[in-house]
């Protein structure tokens, strides 16, 4: 039997936000070759017994979510902010296995702290060709964090989600390649700026939880890559 009392508050929204399916689903490109498996590690975080008080807008002050920055010198997604995740090994037995490994090698986090709630529809990533599962992940018991090889990863940092659902802080990112514009959801948080996946996915998840303010999706800014 459930225990009711651990689905309170943001967790068990998030739990809710999983049961919409492919409804929050962010649209991507479609591959051209044979994608190459992946899964990220979406893990949020707080003091999940203190309910939210009454005054907090969507969510509470300490509700978090676990990001990271790529090395520039990468040949994927290079200098981006992104969840901890990478490529599908042979020994790893589904999606969560791969997520927390590569979470586990790349930030130092401990899998042990970690309640997977729910791997989400497989979403394709053109710009790697990767086929990439995002898993949704509660941290039971936060672990110490930080940039394990700064060869792929230069920093760890953990972000408020209310900072993230602060409309002053989102904008409409542009990105021109090849004549065409692309156009997603980005955040600007303290001059570091999340877009491309890692933002749509994030925006899609904030949608289906109930968690998105009205912020003017008319504001855009372009990124230089």
Do not use: C
């Not at 969510?59 to 920055?69: G, I």
């Not at 509660?138 to 993230?164: G, I, M």
């Amino acid at each position: 039997m459930t225990d009711t009392r651990t689905l309170r508050g943001a967790r068990a929204e998030l739990l809710a936000a999983v049961q919409n399916g492919d409804a929050w689903r962010p649209p991507f490109p479609q591959l051209v070759n044979e994608p190459v498996p992946a899964a990220v590690l979406m893990l949020f975080g707080r003091l999940d017994s203190i309910p939210a008080r009454a005054d907090e807008a969507t969510v509470a002050a300490d509700l978090d979510v676990l990001l990271q920055r790529r090395a520039a010198t990468l040949s994927s997604h290079p200098g981006q902010v992104s969840f901890p995740g990478g490529r599908s090994e042979p020994e790893d037995a589904d999606a969560a296995a791969t997520a927390l490994r590569e979470a586990q090698e790349e930030t130092g986090l401990d899998p042990a702290g970690v309640e997977v709630l729910a791997s989400l529809p497989d979403l394709p990533l053109a710009a790697s060709n990767h086929l990439v599962t995002p898993v949704l992940a509660w941290w039971r018991v936060p672990s110490r964090v930080a940039a394990v090889d700064h060869a792929e990863t230069v920093e760890v940092f953990r972000v408020p989600v209310a900072q993230l659902l602060d409309p002053e802080n989102r904008f409409t990112s542009t990105l021109t390649r090849d004549g065409s514009t692309y156009r997603g959801p980005a955040f600007d948080i303290d001059g570091t700026i999340v877009w491309g996946f890692t933002a749509s996915v994030l925006s899609g998840l904030f949608d289906a939880a109930g968690w998105t303010l009205p912020w003017d999706r008319t504001r855009e800014r372009p990124i230089t890559l």
